[in-house]
């Protein structure tokens, strides 16, 4: 899947784009359509293969679609300006 057909806002696609993404690694693919439809997600992949991103991406979505005052699934009701995210990041 590329990160275009995520209907992400356009500024964070720039970003993306400038720094030379294009298409979803497995793990991105798998995760990101679902955290985009406000789901919980837990995931397992390899380093280097863009966890992080697979879980800040749509974050960063959302914040941005909040500021805007955009509501719908994107941006559930239940979203304030003082939500958080907490990430656990297990460590051997």
């Not at 914040?63 to 009701?77: D, F, H, Q």
Request: hydrophobic share 40%; net charge positive.
């Amino acid at each position: 899947m590329k990160f275009t057909d995520l209907d992400l806002k356009p500024e964070l696609l720039e970003v993306i784009h400038k720094v030379g993404y294009t298409e979803c690694t497995p793990i991105q693919d798998a995760v990101i359509p679902h955290l985009l439809k406000g789901k919980d997600v837990s995931g397992l992949a390899q380093t280097g293969t863009g966890k992080t991103a697979a879980f800040v991406v749509p974050l960063i979505d959302r914040i941005l679609r909040y500021r805007a005052g955009e509501t719908g699934e994107r941006v559930p009701a239940n979203f304030k300006k003082n939500s958080f995210v907490l990430v656990l990041v297990p460590t051997r």
